[in-house]
């Protein structure tokens, strides 16, 4: 298991959050969320400011591999044969990885902005398991005789961030609550293939990330509508709006509508967004 043994935390959460995102070694950007959780979760780190603690990086620190490629040019992904198993697990430690530093982005970006600390109890918890997922990828890559970096990975994903790095309202509408919640549609399905095949190390990893991301889009929408009350605006519409502004292309169904009401993501928000069919 990546080490996560005691070193000294940053000097503030601000300070952390800036530290994880812009350390290129995935081992060291493991150990600083989980230092700068422990740190903050027993009440040993201030905030913080952007304006003190350094500005967030317009882009994450990242080791020499993988070699990023375009989506289309990504090799092909699934659960049948070793050599597509590899790809899919490889693709969702990369995910992983990107999901490490969007969220410790949304924590240090935004300090400025007037929030509960809740909120930073809320997205803390997020950064930490990110990052155990993140890990828990790497150790079933080498059982599997592989390790992040092996083959190629996209790089779509911080586009994102980068779009919406000027509005907290915006960052929440497309991260937890449409890049997140696309795992719950795709995630039991996978977690069904892993075990018809056999492979029950790699349904448990994917149980674990299916639970930790039904509360990660739940802390979304909880956030998501608390701006929203606070600029006086609805929700859904406001998040259509976000959503048309700053996300590529419609919704795809089939959508996990259990699991997206539980966590408060309600059908008026996402399916007005999804292309008609029949």
Request: aromatic share 8%.
């Amino acid at each position: 298991m990546t080490d996560t043994g005691e070193k000294t935390a940053p000097s503030s959460l601000v300070a952390g959050a800036r530290a994880i995102v812009a350390s290129p070694d995935t081992a060291e950007k493991v150990r600083l969320a989980y230092a700068v959780s422990r740190a903050w979760f027993q009440r040993d780190l201030a905030l913080g400011a952007p304006s003190r603690d350094g500005h967030m990086p317009d882009r994450p620190g990242r080791p020499d591999k993988p070699e990023l490629r375009a989506p289309r040019d990504m090799p092909k992904r699934s659960l049948t044969g070793k050599a597509g198993r590899l790809a899919l697990i490889h693709s969702l430690a990369h995910i992983e990885l990107n999901a490490v530093d969007l969220t410790w982005d949304l924590i240090g970006r935004f300090a400025a902005v007037r929030l509960p600390r809740s909120y930073y109890d809320d997205w803390v918890r997020v950064g930490l398991e990110e990052a155990k997922h993140f890990a828990m990828l790497q150790d079933r890559l080498s059982q599997l005789g592989a390790a992040y970096g092996d083959l190629p990975a996209h790089d779509g994903l911080w586009q994102a961030a980068q779009d919406t790095g000027h509005d907290l309202a915006a960052r929440l509408a497309i991260i937890p609550l449409v890049l997140e919640a696309r795992g719950l549609d795709i995630t039991p399905p996978m977690i069904d293939k892993a075990r018809e095949i056999g492979d029950e190390d790699t349904a448990k990893c994917l149980e674990i990330i299916y639970r930790d991301e039904k509360n990660h889009v739940a802390f979304g929408a909880k956030w998501f509508r608390f701006l929203c009350d606070r600029q006086g605006i609805r929700p859904e519409p406001a998040f259509h709006d976000f959503v048309r502004r700053h996300f590529r292309g419609p919704l795809k169904p089939p959508f996990n509508d259990r699991a997206r009401s539980e966590a408060g993501l309600t059908p008026g928000f996402y399916k007005p967004l999804a292309p008609l069919v029949g």
